[in-house]
């Protein structure tokens, strides 16, 4: 049975549970658990940071712990009883841990691993506190050592700032608002601005010397050298280095490291410097042999100087780790310089020192260390348990402690001046040095060299080698005892050293110089020029008293009355005394021995205060007992003397420097001053002082007695008290009424006021700021009620008038300040007496604005005062008076305060920051002091309306001022949470007051709007949304406030309903602000608020009779709110079903569902758009999602603003995708908004002020820009026409002659430019998973340049990574698009162009035609091959079908997006026999194409015809077209399908077709193809032979065998041929044919070669050499693989593109890339490869047909046979050039147009027409464009000159590229026959030749499509060949020709002429239309 537990609350999991068992509940390790019952070894509870989740878990597994329990039952919450700081530690800890591992994900590896470090440094210090072992002092630092580094991290993780309260986390709801703002500013600053301290210290550890032939041990003195007092800082740290210049004794630390100490902030700047001066121990000469002399001496070595400013540097780039540095060590040239090298270092004076050697170094590591020397201990205690040395400073510190017990006498050895005593060369003087004390012994170990080193008894100088004025600088610190310093006496011998072998040293003098003067007083300091008394090496000095009689000093210094004779022998020392017991000042051994001169007391007393102030602090107790001992000599005649002393030292201790000796006084006052009586005369020189202030002239000595007050008090006090306690307490009455004329004496004093002097005024203003010390010592002795009144009295006495000095008034501001700080106001007796006093003087500088800092600091303390006393009775009359004094002027102070323009600046935040955050504080204490008593009271006091609205709107204003996210730093989350608390329990106070004075009749809108927007503004706050904490803080923020949005929204609610008509007020006002409230993500508030909207439908509903205002900001709102993150698809949907829910019931549920469903719709538009836009790539997604909404506010809701908004954005994202043309398109749709007007235009986005016209204009240029950045010329040409013809109206010429040039360049670009047709994609989007704008929809997208499917595919795949690419082309079912997932299906489709009129133009150029074939489309189509039927495995292509699908866009592509939905789609399928047809009809047109690109040298390399011819001769031989037979023209079939007998004539025809056009290409392939290919083409001759025995055909008639093919090539008006400008009247006929060309050719060819006959009869046809170089600037690319499929592409063509895709590659790009562009299809090709720009020279022709023709090349013929009229192509099979006829003069045709073609009808026509050579006068041709630089010529075609081939049709098989599925148009070629010098053409439409009247003949041009029917005669059936048993005509059937029209008369040639000359301009099509 399961039974509540009592005492198993709270424990701790430490054991993994998988929680398998029946509601189980799975643990981890280290999971916090509830329990909230148990039963036989089980408990059941929950996780503490998931409560919401209840279960079972073993007991075993739970580690208990304790706890408390608060609200026990089922609400239960646990707090544990563990120390708090383990309490924060643990779940700091567990929040880091998630937020470390996403540290790793986001790749900032330093913070992973710094926190990873202090994460087990804290846990580490974790497991120390709770072993408890620690002492109370080390618990403390370890407790500070884990705070600072969890607000460390919490500071680098951004997670809220923790107040704390000696270590620990404080409740808010225990303290007040202002001890909680105090705390977190405390943290704040102290992690901003880190206290600056005044200690420094600096570590310093000595490494090495490095320096070659060292082979002596060295000595090392390092200080710290101050180079602009020229003295040393420090004392001096030594070490001893070995032979190997190593530490000596490596082994202690303690002498390689120092710690320089007590370093002052005065002491770190530039010129200070560490100077290391390096003595060796050695002989004499560093280079004498060593048995010159074995004795040792200490000889210089060398000096190294480092600035301390470097040090500083590093410092601040790397704190608190140790530098390395090597310092240069250098030596003076002579060494009477060598005191002064290190100042010669410093100064650079380079030509005294030089180094020591050239690799001479010095290592050591130093280190800058802050604080005081308790606190380096603390922190770095591994350097002073491994040993350090302490080297002092030279002198006290900036701050002397009292503990402080140093006595050291620091003795320099500077210089001497000695005799060269007989030598003939200058003496090696060495000085020893000993300490003596009186009776001659000499003191052990009283010299040191420097601290590292124990000190010694007898210390020998460096020697300087031959200088009897050696300087030596030489620091030593004596440090003797106190006890042994009288007496004491230095005594100094100087011998000449020896370089001789013996070494000897020859004493030849001392001196000496007494420590201590007879009187007590010590050396004094400074320089002292002692005598060198002259005495053998014999001397006894054991008997001190012979010499110490002796003359010992120049100068005043005198030892006895013996004179001694004048020695010019002397020697300097310098000397420095720091101790703390010894004293050289006279007068104060005077003072303290006053009582052996009792008639100098009055002297005595005179001069003390000239004493120095270090020397009475050393011995302040001893002063102190002498000044109460002289007082109570004779108070009478000593009392003001003392009094006046006693002040001085008071005083004294007020300087920084000796402000810790206060203790000492205040010890000395408790315990050692015993002056009973002393109080009275206090008392009375004090009033005395006091009275005299009002009338004293010179008020400074009275200014020192006030400061002084504190003590007086103190010392009056404790002298009553010891009175008190001897007496029994007499004299009670007269110290109360001395002491209450006193505070008379200082009322009236206080109240003077300064009447022009300023004196007065800073007297009292001395005695203010030290009079609140006083209270403290009152109350000691007087009752705490009594104090009080004196004090307020006291205050009270201060005049009230601001007018004063402000100097004065912020002194009386710091004086009650100090007042509520003391212990007297935090007694609530007293306080009650103290607060109207102080609240007076605050109310009157708030009112003035004054003094703002101190007011808050005021009133921030007595606020956290009556937080303590809240349980006090009186509490709540002290908040009455603070309510009723201080908070309106609170709230006008804060108005005032943020009003003000606020500094800017980090550092600047004393007005915004201190100021502001301050009065915050307050102002939220006293509203959550009050209770509902003090809110009724406050309400009631307001006797009208206005005051109370005042009231309202003031607060109102304020708390939004609390709301503003810069009020409070960004991680006081948890002031912020108070300040909400605070302010919702305000409202609900006030929403009362509200309702009952302000509706109805009443009512006020300012008021209740300035209310909503408060709730509004309080809801949408970022700390109040608990959606973003973590799990932990919501928790806690939950349990302890609750969501107080929820508690707001409710209040919102509750007040919009009692407004009742009043609602019309706020409508549409408030809908924005409330949309922007249900936005946020929380039901329970989103279900209170959107029933509001409902509400506002309705009572707009009744006043208008619709809710336009409702729709219209619900829209405009909805756009802003969501494009900021807020709302989500939650959202919409419970908008949609609340509104849905609420309308049902009204009488206007059509509208409202209207609005409600639109809205949803713009919802599912947004919130798609905000998804795509988190991406930062511009992707289809961005794209599309933008234009649906644009669509969406133009078709639906036709916002206009929204809608051009839109129309940029979307242009911007094309602009950064560099979709030009789309970018294009998109910009036009602004720009088709705009006329042509005047009307002015306001600023809008980007666009300033301007007319219409202005804008317009500037549209139409960016336009034009982008169209020409996207290559879509044709396009920006109609915008320049539409701009000229503006300019042109306005007579802008300027502009208009740049338009016109625009216009022409757009032209050149059209011809010169390259440009890639793009492939089309069709996009399926399947599943619920995809946005709105393209869930289950189907798109076609156009691809960018050189994208293939494949890529586009993976595109696709990366802008969606969850899809799943579907693998089939079938329609999805219905499974697929209700799945929750996406799918895409992708596949290629082909344009259906619209503009087939141009494309059916043979004169227009295929560069030209490619732009309409993949702009403006509207429809594409897909084919799938299938199988219907049984599949015959012999020939497939009986049952082989084709589904076509066409798609119809919504819109044509290019336009404002790359892709666009699918409107319609229509599904039709073509049969065995219509495939066959199509595929041969493409196959047929791709061959014509190619011949005519090789014969007017449009291509560069002939292997794309041969690969061409190659596949389909191939195909043919291998059964290609045999397939087709046996398919389709066999018996069964025939007779099974007789309504398939045109289409079987028509495959027929096409067969037949293709076998006459290979026959020619063969011809043409012969003559271009090189030499080595030579072999593949009399192959592919061979295998046509067959390919035409397979197929029946024998023979081709004659006439087929001679006509020649004419292909021609230039632009739509004029001929390429620059010839053609010569042409004759006798020329060549101009003939207008219809372009067969739709399709491009393949992109996949095999390189082949042609037979040398076939080559042959070529050249001799045509004319032209043998050579294929002269035409083909390259050789032929070697053999690939068969033809592929036409949108297909090798990667060898992929890659082969040119860099830049976009612009026209260079001239030489072009040529280089030539071989890869001929293996591009034409719609693969740049346009460049299709149309070369021909390199050769420009060539022109100027001669008359009849007098200069250009020469045959073929040897055989004769000269009149060379000499032919240069005549374009007049038979073109896919260019669609105008063709001409050129005819000689003998009515020779010299060039027929057309090869033969058979007819329809059986036989050839007979009928001829003569016509007149007239009809050709044409005028000369137009030139074409200049190419860059020159104009080039192009090479006349080499089908000018030609005979006729035989052609054939060759079948094409679908699906590989030998079948030929290819997307080629129909084409057909005509036949002429040349027999006897006639020239016969077979017509189709009329079969009439037509007879010119000379006896020749003309030939039409044929038709090109055999289904276009002639005038007049039917359409003939082909001959089938013997083997499909159809039987054979009379004779050969003639190849079907081309349409043409008939010209029957000179006028209709004449006609047309004119026509292609001087061709009209074409209407441009409407601007919409693009």
């Known amino acids: 049975m399961w039974i509540p537990t009592d005492n198993e609350k709270y424990g701790v999991a430490i054991s993994g549970f998988r929680g398998t068992v029946p509601h189980g509940l799975p643990l981890e390790v280290g999971d916090t658990v509830q329990i909230l019952e148990k039963c036989d070894g089980w408990y059941r509870g929950f996780i503490l940071k998931n409560s919401s989740i209840k279960g079972i878990f073993p007991a075993a597994y739970i580690h208990l712990k304790n706890a408390n329990v608060k609200n026990k039952g089922q609400f239960e919450t646990i707090i544990p009883t563990e120390d708090t ?207 010159a002399s074995n004795t040792q001496y200490r000889r210089p070595f060398g000096c190294a100087v480092l600035s301390i400013a470097d040090l500083l540097q590093t410092e601040r780039d790397t704190r608190d780790s140790k530098e390395d540095y090597m310092l240069k060590v250098y030596m003076c040239n002579t060494e009477s310089e060598w005191y002064q090298i290190h100042e010669n270092i410093i100064k650079k004076l380079n030509a005294r020192y030089n180094l020591t050697s050239s690799n001479a170094g010095l290592s050591v590591a130093l280190q800058l260390l802050h604080g005081d020397i308790d606190q380096i201990r603390r922190e770095y205690p591994v350097l002073f348990t491994r040993g350090v040395a302490i080297t002092r400073k030279l002198g006290f510190s900036d701050i002397i402690m009292p503990g402080d017990i140093r006595n050291d006498l620091y003795v320099t050895l500077e210089r001497g001046e000695y005799e060269k005593g007989g030598k003939s060369v200058a003496r090696n003087v060495d000085v020893t ?74 004493l030849f003098g001392f001196s000496f110089v007494p420590l201590m003067q007879e009187d007590g007083r010590t050396l004094p300091d400074g320089i002292h020029e002692l005598l060198v008394h002259k005495c053998e090496e014999n001397t006894n000095f054991q008997d001190p008293a012979r010499y110490l009689k002796l003359q010992y000093c120049k100068g005043n210094l005198h030892g006895n009355s013996h004179p001694v004779k004048a020695s010019k022998e002397t020697f300097w020392i310098s000397s420095f005394l720091c101790s703390t017991k010894l004293t050289q000042n006279g007068d104060l051994l005077d003072f303290l021995k006053w009582r052996a001169h009792p008639e100098r007391i009055c002297e005595i007393l005179s001069k003390f205060k000239d004493i120095d102030g270090a020397e009475i602090v050393k011995f302040l107790q001893d002063t102190l007992d002498a000044l109460f001992g002289i007082l109570d000599e004779n108070s009478q005649k000593y009392g003001l003397k003392v009094f006046d002393s006693l002040v001085h030292i008071i005083n004294l201790l007020q300087d920084i420097k000796f402000q810790h000796f206060k203790p000492v006084m205040d010890t000395y006052i408790e315990s050692h001053f015993a002056g009973a009586l002393a109080y009275r005369d206090l008392i009375k020189v004090l009033k005395r002082y ?101 004090v307020r009295d006291t205050l009270r006495s201060m005049p009230d008038i601001l007018h004063v000095e402000y100097s004065l008034e912020a002194v009386k501001l710091q004086c009650i300040a100090k007042t509520v700080e003391s212990q007297l106001f935090a007694n609530p007796d007293s306080r009650c007496i103290l607060l109207p006093v102080v609240l007076h003087h605050l109310h009157m500088h708030l009112q ?357 908004r839109y129309i940029h954005k979307l242009y911007d994202l094309h602009l950064k995708a560099q979709n030009f043309t789309e970018a294009a398109y998109t910009l036009l749709l602004y720009d088709e908004l705009l006329e042509w007007s005047e009307r002015p235009l306001r600023e809008f986005l980007h666009y300033p002020m301007q007319t219409e016209w202005q804008r317009k204009e500037i549209l139409h240029l960016t336009i034009i820009q982008n169209f020409d950045k996207g290559k879509c010329w044709e396009n920006g040409i109609i915008l320049c026409r539409e701009l000229a013809d503006q300019y042109e109206s306005f007579y802008d010429y300027r502009n208009l002659s740049k338009m016109r040039m625009m216009e022409a360049a757009f032209y050149d670009k059209i011809m010169d430019q390259q440009r890639l047709e793009p492939e089309f994609f069709r996009v399926g989007f399947y599943g619920k998973k995809f946005p709105f704008f393209l869930r289950n929809k189907e798109f076609v997208c156009r691809g960018h340049d050189y994208e293939r499917l494949e890529a586009f595919q993976q595109r696709m795949l990366n802008e969606f990574p969850h899809a799943i690419a579907m693998q089939h082309a079938n329609q999805p079912e219905e499974t697929i698009f209700q799945a929750d997932a ?69 819109q044509s592509l290019p336009g404002i997006s790359r892709w666009f939905e699918v409107d319609r789609r229509e599904v039709v399928e073509m049969s065995p026999l219509e495939n066959a047809i199509e595929v041969l009809e493409n196959k047929n047109q791709q061959l014509r194409t190619l011949i005519t690109q090789c014969q007017s040298r449009q291509m560069q390399n002939i292997n794309p015809l041969t690969m061409c011819l190659n596949g389909v001769i ?126 491009p050719a393949f992109n996949r060819y095999s390189s082949s070669s042609l037979s040398s006959q076939a080559s042959a009869e070529v050249s001799n046809i045509t004319g032209q050499s043998e050579s294929s170089d002269e035409v083909f600037h ?187 599925i290819s997307s080629l148009s129909r084409g057909s070629v005509t036949e002429t026959t040349l027999t006897d010098g006639t020239i016969t053409c077979t017509l189709i439409g009329s079969e009439e030749l037509i007879k010119r009247e000379n006896g020749t003949f003309a030939c039409m041009p044929p038709r090109y499509n055999i289904a276009e029917h002639g005038t007049g005669t039917s359409r003939r059936r082909a001959p089938l060949p013997h083997s499909l048993s159809v039987p054979a005509s009379a004779e050969p059937p003639a190849l079907p020709p081309k349409p043409h029209v008939l010209r029957v008369h000179r006028s209709e040639g004449e006609n047309r002429m004119d026509e292609i000359l001087v061709r009209p301009r074409s209407q441009p099509r409407k601007v919409s239309q693009l």
């Not at 923790?162 to 001890?179: A, G, L, N, Y």
């Not at 006349?1836 to 098989?1853: A, R």
Request: proline share 6%; aromatic share 8%.
């Open 690 to 790: 006091v009275d005299r202030s009002i009338e004293a002239e010179r008020q400074e000595h009275i200014q020192d007695v006030l400061r002084a007050q504190e003590y007086i008090f103190k010392y009056i006090i404790h002298s009553r008290s010891l009175y008190t306690l001897a007496t029994g307490g007499q004299n009670e009455e007269e110290f109360r009424s001395s002491i209450y004329e006193l505070f008379q004496s200082v009322r009236y004093f206080l109240s003077i006021e300064s009447q022009g002097s300023s004196i007065i005024t800073q007297t009292q203003a001395v005695f203010l700021s030290s009079f609140p010390a006083v209270y403290s010592e009152l109350l000691k002795l007087i009752d705490v009620r009594e104090v009080a009144n004196l």
């Open 433 to 506: 040095m000993y300490v003596l004390d009186s009776e001659g012994q000499v003191l052990k170990d009283c010299i040191s060299l420097g601290s590292g080193e124990t000190p010694v008894s007898e210390h020998h100088s460096f020697v300087l080698y031959h200088n009897n004025s050696p300087r030596w600088a030489e620091l030593l610190k004596l440090p003797i005892p106190v006890d042994k310093f009288r007496g004491a006496h230095v005594r100094l011998e100087f011998r000449h050293c020896s370089t001789k072998e013996k070494g000897e040293k020859k």
């Open 1382 to 1450: 996406q799918y895409l299906q992708i596949y290629a489709v082909i344009p259906i162009p619209e503009n087939h009129e141009i494309l059916q133009k043979e004169a227009i150029p295929d560069h030209i035609k490619s732009f309409y074939r993949v702009n403006n489309i509207w429809r594409f189509r897909y084919d799938r091959p299938f199988h219907k039927g049984i599949k015959d495995k012999e020939n497939e292509f009986k049952s082989l079908w084709v589904e076509r699908t066409t798609l119809t866009l919504v």
């Open 85 to 291: 700081v383990i309490t924060e530690m643990t779940g700091t800890l567990r929040e880091w841990g998630i937020m470390w591992k996403q540290l790793y994900v986001k790749n900032e590896g330093d913070l992973f691993h710094r926190l990873w470090h202090v994460m087990n440094e804290l846990l580490d210090l974790r497991r120390q506190v709770l072993v408890g072992h620690l002492t109370h002092d080390r618990m403390k630092d370890v407790k500070r050592h884990i705070t600072a580094r969890l607000d460390w991290g919490n500071e680098q993780l951004g997670l809220d700032l923790v107040p704390r309260k000696e270590f620990s986390m404080v409740d808010p709801d225990e303290i007040s608002v202002t001890e909680l703002y105090k705390l977190m500013e405390h943290r704040h600053r102290k992690k901003d601005t880190p206290v600056p301290t005044s200690t420094h210290h600096l570590f310093l550890q000595m490494k090495s010397l490095m320096c070659a032939n060292l082979g002596e041990e060295l000595e090392v003195f390092f200080s710290i050298y101050d180079s602009r007092e020229n003295h040393p800082v420090s004392e001096r740290f030594f070490v001893k280095l070995n032979k190997n210049g190593l530490p000596k004794f490596p082994e202690r630390m303690e002498r390689q490291c120092t710690l320089f100490v007590d370093l002052g902030s005065s002491d770190l700047r530039k010129d200070i410097y560490i100077t290391v001066h390096i003595i060796r121990l050695g002989r004499m000469a560093a280079g004498e042999k060593k048995n």
């Open 848 to 1204: 003035e604005q004054k003094d703002l800092i101190m007011c808050a600091r005021i009133l921030s303390t007595m606020f956290c005062l009556i937080k303590k006393d809240s349980t006090e009775a009186t509490v709540s009359e002290e908040v009455d008076m603070l309510v009723d004094s201080l908070l309106g002027v609170l709230l006008r102070t804060i108005l005032e305060i943020s009003n003000k323009p606020q500094p800017s600046g980090p550092t600047i935040r004393l007005q915004f920051q201190d100021v502001t955050g301050e009065f915050v504080a307050c102002v939220l204490a006293l509203l959550r002091q009050m209770t509902d008593k003090h809110y009724q009271q406050l309400l009631e006091n307001f006797t009208c309306k206005d005051d109370l609205r005042d009231f309202l709107l003031q607060i109102f204003t304020v708390f939004k001022i609390l709301i503003r996210p810069e009020i409070f730093p960004k991680d006081w989350t948890i002031m912020r949470l108070v300040t909400n608390n605070v302010i919702i329990t305000t409202i609900l106070y006030l929403s009362d007051a509200l309702r009952k004075n302000f509706l109805n009749e009443s009512f006020d809108f300012k008021v209740w709007d300035s209310y909503f927007y408060l709730a509004v503004i309080f809801i949408n706050q970022p700390c109040l949304q608990l959606e973003i904490f973590s799990p932990s803080k919501r928790k806690k923020v939950l349990e302890k406030y609750g969501d107080m949005r929820v508690m707001m929204g409710c209040e919102i609610f509750s007040m919009w309903q009692n407004l009742g008509e009043h609602k019309l007020h706020f409508i549409p006002g408030l809908i924005g602000p409330f949309l922007e409230v249900t936005l946020v993500p929380q039901a329970d508030l989103r279900n209170v608020m959107i029933p509001i909207f409902h509400d506002m439908m309705d009572w707009e509903q009744r006043r208008t009779g619709n809710f336009k205002q409702v729709e219209a900001k619900l829209i405009d709102k909805l756009d802003s709110l969501m494009s900021e993150g807020k709302g989500d698809e939650t959202y919409r949907e419970l908008f949609n079903s609340i509104l849905l829910k609420k309308i049902e019931r009204e009488t206007w549920r059509e509208s409202g569902i209207s609005l409600v469903a639109t809205v949803t719709r713009l919802m599912e538009r947004l919130l798609d758009y905000r998804d795509c836009m988190k991406v930062a790539e511009v992707d289809g997604k961005k794209i599309g999602c933008t234009v649906s909404l644009l669509n969406f506010y133009k078709t639906e809701i036709n916002k206009e603003e929204m809608y051009i």
């Open 1674 to 1860: 390259m050789q032929a690319s070697p053999s690939t693989s068969s033809l592929s499929s036409t949108h297909s592409a090798s990667p060898n063509v992929t890659s082969s593109a040119p860099s830049s895709a976009r612009g026209s590659p260079l001239l030489s790009d072009k040529h280089k890339h030539s071989r890869e562009n001929t293996c591009l299809s034409p719609r693969e090709r740049p346009c460049s490869a299709i149309y070369p720009i021909s390199m050769e020279p420009a060539q022109t022709l100027t001669q008359q047909i009849g007098d200069s023709c250009m020469p045959r090349s073929d040897p055989n013929l004769s000269a009149p046979e060379k000499v032919m009229n240069p005549t374009p192509s007049s038979w073109s099979l896919d260019s669609g050039k105008e063709a001409r006829t050129c005819v000689s003069d003998n009515a020779r045709l010299v060039s027929p147009p057309v090869p033969p073609r058979p007819t329809h009808t059986g036989s050839p026509a007979k009928t001829y027409r003569s016509f007149s050579p007239q009809a050709f006068d044409t005028p000369p041709a137009l030139p074409r464009s200049p190419h860059k630089g020159s104009v080039q010529s192009l090479t006349p075609s080499p089908t000018d000159y030609q005979s006729l081939g035989p052609v054939y049709n060759s079948p094409v098989l679908s699906g590989s590229s030998s079948s030929g």
């Open 1514 to 1639: 191939d195909a043919a031989v291998n059964g290609g077209l045999a397939r087709y037979q046996e398919a389709f023209f066999v018996k069964d079939y025939i007779l099974n399908h007789p309504e398939d007998g045109e289409k079987i004539s028509r495959l027929r025809e096409l067969m037949f077709e293709q076998a006459h056009i290979l026959e020619y290409g063969l011809a043409v392939h012969e003559k271009f193809v090189p030499q080595d290919m030579r072999p593949l083409h009399k192959k592919l001759v061979d295998q046509f032979y067959v390919m035409k025995s397979r197929l029946g055909i024998q023979d081709f008639p004659g006439y087929a065998r001679v006509s020649p093919i004419h292909l021609t090539n230039g632009s739509p008006r004029t001929c390429r041929n620059p010839a053609l400008g010569a042409i004759s009247p006798d020329g060549a006929r101009v003939v207008n044919r219809r372009s067969p060309l739709s399709y």
